[in-house]
């Protein structure tokens, strides 16, 4: 009889995209994983495990990778056994649409950048709320309040150059992306599902129906790491 391989070991921090994005895919696939949620600050671990930042995915044997988009499609061919979720998607209808999230990136990162905060990693200990405002401050030359004023202009951007209430009728036809689960409704959960925190923005009611449908086939909870859960 093999002996039982322990599960992988995923160091991540909850506010985290790619963070997100791993645990949807471990989680859509059936690959138990042992949690380790890492601080806001904690750069050692990463830097400990090999990489420059978190999340890192230590897998049994060893090996060890981040949540980048092509370790993530590489998934498939370390677990061949279980459910696919980058090889199914024709090669023209995925470079589509890292082009189309690509162009939303920037705006999508200023929309989002306010209501990080919910996640206790961040607003749990002043030190590390202080952290976040200056890191906001760094990369986006505005305060975190001065983006949370900006929200309505920008998610007006947002919607009219993403096509959302088109993506949304979509989505609600086929019930995901490509009529399956696949990566590219991982990448649009960990991207577009905290718009929903937003104060006075009201995304499509069947973008927000897609949220949770694939958040429970992954079983991903869309508030995990909240310091105040929805």
Same mark, same amino acid.
């Given at each position: 009889m093999l002996p039982t391989l322990p599960p992988p070991t995923l160091y991540h921090r909850w506010s985290s995209t790619e963070g997100q994005m791993l645990r949807m895919a471990l989680g859509a696939k059936g690959i138990?994983?042992? *949690?380790?949620?890492?601080?806001?600050?904690?750069?050692?671990?990463a830097f400990d495990l090999g990489f420059a930042d978190l999340p890192v995915l230590v897998h049994a044997? =060893?090996?060890?990778?981040? =949540?980048?988009?092509?370790?993530?499609?590489?998934? *498939?061919?370390r677990y061949p056994d279980t459910r696919p979720l980058h090889t199914p998607i024709p090669e023209a209808?995925?470079?589509a649409f890292l082009s189309w999230r690509e162009g939303l990136s920037a705006l999508r990162d200023r929309l989002v950048a306010p209501v990080l905060p919910a996640y206790?990693?961040?607003?749990?200990?002043?030190?590390?709320?202080?952290?976040?405002?200056?890191e906001c401050a760094r990369r986006f030359q505005q305060s975190i309040e001065s983006l949370a004023n900006d929200r309505y202009g920008a998610?007006?951007?947002?919607? =009219?150059r993403g096509r959302l209430r088109a993506l949304a009728k979509r989505l609600?036809?086929?019930?995901?992306?490509? =009529? *399956?689960?696949?990566l590219i409704d991982i990448i649009l959960i960990a991207d577009f599902h905290l718009l929903r925190l937003l104060d006075g923005v009201t995304l499509p009611l069947d973008l927000q129906y897609y949220f949770q449908r694939v958040a429970e086939v992954c079983g991903f909870s869309l508030n995990g790491g909240m310091i105040r859960p929805l």
């Open positions: 138990p994983w042992k *949690d380790h949620p890492c601080r806001l600050r904690d750069q050692e671990t044997d =060893g090996w060890a990778q981040s =949540g980048q988009l092509a370790d993530l499609a590489a998934l *498939d061919a209808e995925w470079e206790a990693e961040i607003c749990g200990a002043p030190e590390d709320m202080e952290y976040y405002r200056w998610y007006q951007q947002l919607e =009219g609600a036809k086929r019930r995901f992306y490509t =009529g *399956d689960l696949s």
